[in-house]
């Protein structure tokens, strides 16, 4: 259900898993994150993931349990890769199955918007003026107020 | 003699930059809050001063907590930068 990996993904695959054998569920929403190539006004050449591994599958599994319990969802599988990645580069996958798709829909949005704000992961974006972090998004804190 | 509470201490992406390591053993004659913990580690060292001030998130034993969180026994304290994942 969690995975958190070097290792890129590939969407038919999770797609797949999702409604195989899955004769209840009528909706499947899936969400991808990708690496831009322009953050806060500089040109991104790659970033590094770092993440605190024993906290990790904790804080996710966490937030997919509280949309479990808010919505009636049927499958769940949620990925986030660490690491080096490049432009273009896949970096989260969020798939959600339910009877209809108002449940998964929203709970998609609802473990994005906790996991950005809650999953101990940090961005390195390598610039051509060097490195630095990535600042947190208010946009972000605010878009989890919602639920 | 009692030891007192052993706290390890953890600290990750800008904040481990900044300190200069990513762990450290830390120990206090009691029971306290991470509040408490921040000041303490401020006063052992004023090099923690810009490193805890200001936006940092706390976690004990891997579960985000806020200041007021009381620190059980050889737990595992975690300061680090909002987070930027996704």
Known sequence: MIRVTEDDFNVADEYRALINDNGKDGAVVFFVGLVRDMNQGSKILNLQLEHYPAMTEKALQRIVEQAKSRWQLGRVKLIHRIGSLSINDQIVFVGVTSQHREASFQAAQFIMDYLKTEAPFWKKERTPEGERWVDANDKDTEAKSRW | ?86
Do not use: H, W
């Open chain 2, 1 to 86: 003699m009692e030891i007192g509470n052993v706290i390890k201490v953890l600290f990750f992406a800008s904040l481990r930059e900044k300190v200069g390591c990513d762990s450290m053993i830390f120990s206090l004659d009691d029971v306290t809050t991470v509040a408490e913990l921040k000041k303490a580690l401020i006063k052992y060292d004023p090099q923690f001063i810009p490193v805890l001030e200001g936006k940092v998130l706390s976690a004990v034993n891997q579960e985000l907590v806020n200041d007021n969180f009381k620190i059980p026994d050889d737990a595992e304290v975690a300061f680090f930068p909002p987070v930027t994942g996704g």
